[in-house]
């Protein structure tokens, strides 16, 4: 029945249009009044299926969520704290829309491809659901031929995969990326891209962490000289990337059974990813019998030790592990790679564990070329933020009593102590709200006086208005400290001096952690 | 080939679901084997098709665009000043996901459900993006059992409409909503979301506006004065509602001829649309012979006169218009409608014109009720502001040279006048964003002075670190200012306090509009 709803639907909207393309040619009343009455025929057979009543389980599609006002205070004060280190990189900001061409899209991701969600063919262009920031990215270089660019980019990606809502993994989930787009020297925007990361994660101030990385010239170095065939290197890469979720074994037993590697390769794949450490690490690795004669593996060796060494110029020496086991799942990367890992198991819900990545990226030098007609290149270095981990780690603080959080901004709430005040607190409310004084009252004619402080108390309001006739025949009102239950009284013409003295001793006090 | 594609990832995602079901119940080597050799064979079909170079025109989906950083900068400036007055009114903050299941949406829109996104059926759920952000608030209430709520909402909403991008009509943009939903007394939420309307304009500095004010219920009482059947309300007030765009014969031979009304009855409606005025018509409309006798027109008008009185308590009173032409699209209105409109007109890309409609909204009250069970009704009234044409209008004003925009906030730029100081440049700015100062440098090994000074100059940063040899020898670096090209040298030790102090200079001096 949907479908044929739909088909009348659009044949409404194609019948409309006809009619509305009439009249604007001033065609001749009788042809228009003709179509008029097949749109009317046409609107008849619509019939008043629509209101009927509700009767489908209300809920949001699976894997999404709403955000109610507690989440979104987290969410908001996170994300802002991300755009402050952003900007402070002295990155710009884009945005694309949520939707992009499905051919966009197509070849990008590999075996993730599937995961991507279509929207429905309607007529016109075929379109699909962002799946990261990443290629949108791409595609705008593309498109606005840009060569240079310092970009971040806050919003939802869409990805129909199985959903771990308690570990803050959804269908619908905001990505935070910053990249660096251009063709500079090498490693130095790469490490800032970790000096980035870093920053981020000590003003959330989430608790330890390392940054892993690796190198994929590095990786395809390795598999060339422990035996892999050319065009196995990136299933096997895939493979070694679900070495932070499964034993070694299982990993060398799908390398052997599916991807197939020999087990002799495997096995020597096995000896080089238990491997991590330092710049000492990759010294003697570009000593190694089998990596030294090898062209990708020395490459890749000699990237990350210039990384390392801007690394720690930067002062993260002591948070970089440069990990072998490292690959990361898509295709698109051509150098390093990078993924910040939280050292601390955190109690998530009922469970506890690690929420294991909350930062990742690397480069892809030739994602952008893929979208230009003469395969012109834009080499790109860029990371994101795991944020809806980062939400998660915080609703469980919040869940466990150890955050404390405001919804609201209200400074000032207008109560009146007796009836038939209305007129009077709109009249206060006005001048407050002009004077850019945050203030509520009730949208009540005659609220008591009781649920007004309640409510103040609720919403962790610091200061009321509190209206009374005697007060103000005599040209006063009160002002009470919702906190100490203080009143004073002040003259009504001073209310906006008074409150903003007021206001602003609160804000030093919070200032000041008092 | 795009379908068959299709089936052959989704043949391969069940099939890799099937092997990861058999390897976690331990089956037997054999049986997992055999399920593995399907699934290479599957993958073998998706061949290399993928890795095709680009063919297709590179774009964004039509009605849609990209936000490049100048357009971002007015856009996340225009977003912050409409979020302050909502947080002032004591407003919080909800973000519902993008799409809904398609049975939540259906039935709210009336006719333009037609131009509802839908997703593709790829197994689960129907889903659709959302219209608006009202249908999905009141999804939200009714699924968490809210009866009062004052949120704000700012997201991208989705119509598959025919564009009109140079004004600002696209098929993504955003929305700003807010809403108060509560059983309360009467007008006085209403007369809040016009002083938040006001407020919102005159922080935008957008021009003159008039906020136009109708009540359903009197458009009601006027239809059934002017002898329409009920049955015709809703078809007759979405044509009185085209009355800003056509004339009234138009809207009259479109009554007659589409909406079954008679010749007569239109006529009186059209004497009625014409009236416009304050208070003073309302009591008039209620002295009038044939809406005095209907209880849904004086039900109307009083409630009018009410929301007028609050009005002028919140110093609205030259602002509002009581325009009887108002009708407004949706179908889910019952009481007071209202939009407010700029009265200059504006000039966009190459015409000029009226943008129209900048912000509307009003009284729903029985929506909510459409998603409960038990039809419990959670009376609601809000406000949606047109971001998009404020965008479009300070756009053009960009264009026009009328604004000046940093689309960064860089505050020193760390430069150096020889080869071979990116080590020490590194150090510095590492120094520096450790300090909170936004700092950039360039990110190749050996710039030239001149082109790292031109980026300062192109980029708006203020201030830069210049680093020699023989300042360093001496423990000294330079400062430089970019506008007065003004050097100084410092101390190497105290260049962060000197920075800042110099930063907090210039900030008081743009502060206070120098």
Known sequence: MADSKDTLLLKIKEQGDLVRK??????????????????????AQLGTEDAAPQKFTLKTPKGTRDYNPQQMTIRNQVLEKIVEVFKKHGAECIDTPVFELKEVLTGKYGEDAKLIYDLKDQGGEILAL??????????????????????????????????????????EFYQCDFDIAGQYDPMVPDAECLKVVTEILQSLDIGAFVLKVNHRR????????????????????????KLDKLPWEEVRTEMI????????????IGEYV???????????????????KTKAAVEGLEGIKLLLQYCELYGLKDKILFDL???????????????AVLTQPIKLGSEEGTVGSIAGGGRYDNLVGMFDSKN???????????VERIFSVMEAKLAAGEMKLRTNEVQVYVASAQKNFLEERMK???????????????YKKNPKMLNQLQYCEDAGIPLAVVLGESELKRGLVKLRDITSREEVEVARADLVKELRERIQALDVKTANGV
């Open 376 to 386: 012109k290149q834009v080499p790109c270095v860029g990371v994101s933020i795991g």
């Open 274 to 292: 238990r491997l991590n450490g330092g710049a000492e690490l990759a010294d003697k690795l570009l000593q190694d019998e089998k990596l030294s």
């Open 428 to 442: 206060i409310c006005a001048e407050l709200w002009d004077a850019g004084i945050k203030t509520e009252q009730s």
């Open 325 to 339: 086991s490292l690959a990361r799942g898509l295709d698109y990367y051509t150098g390093v790679i990078y993924e």
């Open 257 to 268: 059974n599916e991807k197939g590697v020999t087990p002799e390769a495997a096995d020597r």
């Open 130 to 171: 962002r799946y990261d920031l990443t290629v949108p990215l791409a595609r705008y270089l593309a498109m606005s031929k840009i060569n240079t660019l310092k970009r971040y980019h806050i919003a939802k990606v869409y990805r129909r995969d199985n959903p771990a809502m308690t570990k803050g993994r959804y269908r």
């Open 218 to 241: 590095l990786l395809d170095g390795m598999f060339e000289a422990c035996g892999v065939p050319a065009d196995k290197f990136r299933g096997t890469c895939s493979t070694v990337d």
């Open 22 to 43: 009439l009249k604007s040619a001033k065609e001749s009343t009788e042809k228009i009044q003709e179509e008029v009455a097949k749109l009317l025929a046409l609107k």
